[in-house]
């Protein structure tokens, strides 16, 4: 079935019962953490989601502000390149701690390194 637009450009009519699945509503029903290891520690899965929908499987993911590593561990999970950055101490040994403990996977053949920029930088950048 077609349909007219108001200025006259025609499309595809589409039912929802024609559709697969549900579609993504939008108030998202993710839960935080109830005892984060960094305060603005976000959910897993909600990550996962963003960037899932957001990026393809070996695209570069840039968190800037990296803090507990959560975006580090959904990309490396999901495929896709990642690159953390986060001038705290605290965060990067957080998101060193967090993508040490997930499985195998991330070092069989990728490594991360810190990069410590201190001379030229006020931050810390950790890759």
Not at 4 to 24: C, H, L, T, Y
Not at 95 to 114: C, G, I, P, W, Y
């Amino acid at each position: 079935m077609i349909e007219w637009s108001a200025n006259g450009v025609p499309r595809r009519k589409i039912f929802a019962d024609e559709q697969k699945g549900k579609k993504m509503q939008d108030i998202w029903d993710f839960k935080d953490y109830q005892y984060p290891v960094y305060p603005t520690e976000k959910n897993l899965d909600l990550l996962k989601h963003i960037v899932q929908t957001s990026s393809n499987e070996g695209s570069v993911v840039l968190d800037f502000f990296c803090g507990s590593g959560t975006t580090l561990c959904a990309a490396q999970e999901l495929g896709r390149k990642w690159i953390g950055i986060d001038q705290s101490e605290q965060a990067i040994q957080v998101a060193k701690n967090k993508l040490s403990r997930m499985q195998d996977t991330l070092f069989e053949e990728h490594k991360f390194t810190v990069i410590n920029l201190e001379n030229d930088f006020e931050g810390k950048i950790a890759i």
